[in-house]
């Protein structure tokens, strides 16, 4: 794990930040038509989302890592959630998603809220990730037992059987590029799973090629 750790520091961080600084002296220097402004501010956009989402997660996951990550339990509206997810994504103006949030209001979950908010990011932004543009989300949550079973589905490209094997393996290091080439790491679905698991609940996903893709994951009803 500590191997990873510094891979991807290495490598994933530094790539998208030297990207940024020369994209920024290019803007600075004033060598750049109109035209080519236009394309580097949204190369640039794209760099700085992948980073904000690379910096959050491994703070995220080294402090998991460290068990300096505590679980505070509380009332969690899982509709106002997904919305408050949708909201930001949809300002970042990634593919120009359609998000829709099917979870009904009054289905309250219970767990860490911080938590559960860092798993829909993940999962939505994978989602887009593997969608094309002006593609299609839903979020909704189902009564089973004492659990909400929460799905995040995508009509995306789908996912291939033996990846699927191996995309919550914390020592596979799995990764692959989105639709519009966007980067990843293979870390977001790994603090997905354990997060989810030190919320009392499960994750796991069903997936046909072509034809999308849905991840699912249980939570407590409060």
């Known amino acids: ?118 798993v829909f990011r993940n999962l939505i932004l994978n989602a887009i990730k593997f969608s094309e543009t002006g593609g299609l989300i839903e979020v909704s949550a189902e009564v089973e037992g004492a659990h909400y079973v929460v799905s995040v589905k995508d009509y995306g490209v789908g996912i291939l059987p033996e990846v699927q094997k191996i995309l919550f393996d914390k020592t596979s290091g799995y990764t692959t590029r989105g639709t519009a080439n966007e980067k990843g790491t293979g870390l977001g679905l790994i603090l997905c799973k354990e997060f989810i698991e030190k919320n009392g609940g499960q994750i796991w996903l069903e997936s046909e090629v072509g034809r999308g893709s849905t991840f699912y994951f249980t939570i407590k009803k409060a």
């Open 1 to 118: 794990m500590k191997d990873k750790f510094f891979s991807i520091i290495s490598h994933d961080l530094r790539s998208p930040i030297n990207g940024l600084s020369g994209i920024l002296n290019l803007i600075d220097n004033k060598h750049l038509t109109q035209e080519e402004f236009v394309l580097l501010t949204k190369e640039l956009k794209i760099q700085f989302n992948h980073t904000r989402t690379l910096i959050n997660n491994l703070l995220d996951w080294a402090l998991l890592q460290m068990d300096k990550l505590k679980i505070q339990p509380e009332k969690i509206d899982l509709s106002f959630l997904v919305e408050s997810n949708f909201k930001l994504l949809s300002s970042l103006h990634l593919k120009e998603m359609r998000l829709i949030n099917l979870v009904k209001d009054g289905e309250i979950g219970w767990g860490d809220s911080n938590m559960i908010n860092l």
